[in-house]
């Protein structure tokens, strides 16, 4: 197989991490005979300082031209403290979003039993818990018109849904629970909201065409409470993109760390495959970052997009042996133990090549 990957490694810790995740494509194809050939590209705060814009129109040429997208993570603590900035690194994710029809985004929340000590819930509350969350990326207040009246005092954001961007991630989220544990949960605030009465309206006549899929509706703040108080109810979790925001940062506490969860952003074309965890720039720089999403999205990149589940499951295994070794990066350290054996960014990405290596062996 031959495949052209763009990686944008972006801000902050980005391009540490998705170092790893670009070295275990190299393993993986070396050893099964696949030719993935690579691009870099500037998107984030990087290519505000080089080019004044946070998504360079060479950056969108290359994304419209590859197989995949590896990226890593966009944003500077400078735009956190200036709200009226009106360039910001998150304005280059959102249009490439938008430019390349990546309407869904999966998110799903893998628990290795080795981490369930890292998390602030109960191993017991927790165990078994294996959700996938499907978030609509292109619509809600992040692309509705937004206001400021002339005093600076008022503000709006438009939450704005179309039927069709409805019906085309619902649907793909009632195909994953066909082949899943057949239950879907569709989160909304319909009892408010107007857009979330169409969200609604729209879930319950495509569940006439999946009678074998049990579909719930639950309202968001039911939601956030019952995904702490019992995560393992739930199957696929389908929402609207700010909801999903929400949540599955919430749902980054079930496997103990952002630096543990991968996602994949998806539409009709080329899939954008990236760790949930920001640029976090108070790490950047010191080799404290977790790679370990990086390298999940890597596993979620060869499967989703290019079908190849024996490799994307080697690469899982591989983790899963590193982290039952006891390897840790800090954030999903046990502090109440001495059988944690914490490694920088580097040393856990090479512990995952070696184990790699190890498997291909056996």
């Given at each position: 197989?031959?495949?052209?990957?763009?990686v944008?490694?972006?801000?902050?810790?980005?391009?540490?991490?998705?170092?790893?995740?670009?070295?275990?494509?190299?393993?993986?194809?070396?050893?099964?005979?696949?030719?993935?050939?690579?691009d870099?590209?500037l998107?984030?705060?990087?290519?505000?300082?080089?080019t004044?814009?946070?998504?360079p129109?060479e950056?969108?040429?290359?994304a419209?031209?590859?197989?995949?997208?590896?990226f890593?993570?966009?944003?500077?603590?400078?735009?956190?403290?200036?709200?009226?900035?009106?360039?910001?690194?998150?304005?280059?994710?959102?249009?490439?979003?938008?430019?390349?029809?990546?309407?869904?985004?999966?998110?799903?929340?893998?628990?290795f039993?080795?981490?369930?000590?890292a998390?602030?819930?109960?191993?017991?509350?927790?165990?078994?818990?294996?959700?996938l969350?499907?978030?609509?990326?292109?619509?809600?207040?992040?692309?509705?018109?937004?206001?400021?009246?002339?005093?600076?005092?008022?503000?709006?954001?438009l939450?704005?849904?179309?039927?069709y961007?409805?019906?085309?991630?619902?649907?793909?989220?009632f195909?994953?629970?066909?082949?899943?544990?057949?239950?879907?949960?569709?989160?909304?605030?319909a009892?408010?909201?107007?857009?979330?009465?169409?969200?609604?309206?729209?879930?319950?006549?495509?569940?006439?065409?999946?009678p074998?899929?049990?579909?719930?509706?639950?309202?968001?703040?039911?939601?956030?409470?019952?995904?702490v108080?019992?995560?393992?109810?739930?199957?696929v979790?389908l929402?609207?993109?700010?909801?999903?925001?929400i949540?599955?940062?919430?749902?980054?506490?079930?496997?103990?760390?952002?630096?543990?969860?991968?996602?994949a952003?998806i539409?009709?074309?080329?899939?954008?495959?990236?760790?949930i965890?920001g640029?976090?720039?108070?790490?950047?720089?010191?080799?404290?970052?977790?790679?370990?999403?990086?390298?999940?999205?890597?596993?979620?990149?060869?499967?989703?997009?290019?079908?190849?589940?024996e490799?994307?499951?080697?690469?899982?295994?591989?983790?899963?042996?590193?982290?039952?070794?006891?390897?840790?990066?800090?954030?999903?350290?046990?502090?109440?133990?001495?059988?944690?054996?914490?490694?920088?960014?580097?040393?856990?990405?090479?512990k995952?090549?070696?184990?790699?290596?190890?498997?291909a062996?056996n």
């Amino acid at each position: 197989m031959k495949k052209h990957i763009l990686v944008i490694p972006g801000d902050g810790i980005g391009p540490e991490v998705t170092t790893w995740g670009k070295a275990v494509l190299e393993q993986i194809g070396t050893e099964y005979g696949h030719k993935f050939t690579f691009d870099e590209a500037l998107m984030g705060h990087v290519a505000i300082e080089a080019t004044g814009n946070p998504l360079p129109d060479e950056t969108l040429t290359k994304a419209k031209a590859c197989d995949a997208i590896l990226f890593g993570a966009v944003g500077h603590a400078k735009y956190d403290n200036d709200p009226s900035a009106k360039v910001r690194p998150e304005q280059g994710l959102l249009k490439i979003r938008k430019e390349l029809g990546l309407y869904a985004n999966l998110r799903p929340i893998m628990l290795f039993d080795e981490l369930l000590d890292a998390s602030s819930l109960k191993p017991e509350v927790l165990r078994g818990t294996d959700i996938l969350f499907f978030r609509e990326l292109t619509g809600d207040v992040y692309f509705g018109e937004k206001k400021r009246s002339d005093d600076r005092n008022t503000a709006s954001d438009l939450m704005i849904y179309h039927r069709y961007e409805v019906e085309r991630i619902a649907t793909k989220a009632f195909e994953a629970a066909r082949s899943r544990n057949k239950r879907l949960c569709s989160v909304d605030k319909a009892n408010v909201l107007e857009a979330s009465r169409l969200w609604r309206e729209v879930v319950q006549e495509l569940a006439q065409q999946y009678p074998d899929v049990e579909t719930e509706h639950m309202f968001i703040d039911n939601a956030a409470m019952q995904l702490v108080k019992n995560p393992k109810k739930f199957d696929v979790v389908l929402t609207a993109n700010l909801f999903g925001d929400i949540l599955t940062d919430e749902a980054s506490q079930i496997a103990g760390s952002m630096g543990m969860l991968a996602s994949a952003s998806i539409g009709d074309g080329t899939g954008f495959f990236e760790p949930i965890h920001g640029s976090a720039h108070d790490i950047a720089g010191q080799n404290k970052a977790n790679p370990l999403a990086s390298i999940l999205s890597v596993a979620l990149m060869l499967e989703i997009s290019f079908g190849l589940k024996e490799e994307a499951q080697r690469i899982t295994s591989a983790i899963d042996q590193t982290l039952k070794d006891g390897y840790r990066t800090g954030d999903i350290a046990d502090i109440h133990t001495e059988k944690s054996k914490i490694l920088g960014t580097d040393a856990m990405g090479q512990k995952v090549l070696e184990y790699l290596s190890k498997s291909a062996k056996n």
